[in-house]
Nanobody, 120 residues
Framework: QVQLVESGGGLVQAGGSLRLSCAAS????????MGWFRQAPGKEREFVSA????????YYAASVKGRFTISSDNSKNTVYLQMNSLKPEDTAVYYC?????????????WGQGTQVTVSY
């Protein structure tokens, strides 16, 4: 059974940092792309970042580029999202997901989400 388990969310002041983790299990993800998405209250879920597990190519939404960094540790089957210079508008539930298609579509597996709240 495939499982994606996020952790690392919390409450932080604007300008602060958080690191999210996504532990993957249940299948081989070497050919997959791992992505981070977020959904704020009353808004649609949006793409944040993605990384190819095979060649570590990375992708970012314009709103987070330069502030967020995605990385992976193949030995731990874990993907990270380092979030720096956080802004109140980054407040959302953050989801980890896995796609066998590419960085922007085909996400088949999803985690349960972790709340990130950035205060003024």
């Amino acid at each position: 059974q495939v499982q994606l388990v996020e952790s690392g969310g919390g409450l932080v002041q604007a300008g602060g940092s958080l690191r999210l983790s996504c532990a993957a299990s249940g299948r081989t993800f070497s050919s997959y792309v791992m992505g981070w998405f977020r959904q704020a209250p009353g808004k649609e879920r949006e793409f944040v970042s993605a990384i190819s597990w095979s060649d570590t190519s990375t992708y970012y939404a314009a709103s987070v580029k330069g502030r967020f960094t995605i990385s992976s540790d193949n030995s731990k089957n874990t993907v990270y999202l380092q979030m720096n210079s956080l802004k109140p508008e980054d407040t959302a539930v953050y989801y980890c997901a896995a796609s066998s298609v590419g960085p922007f579509s085909g996400y088949k597996y999803w985690g349960q989400g972790t709340q990130v709240t950035v205060s003024y």
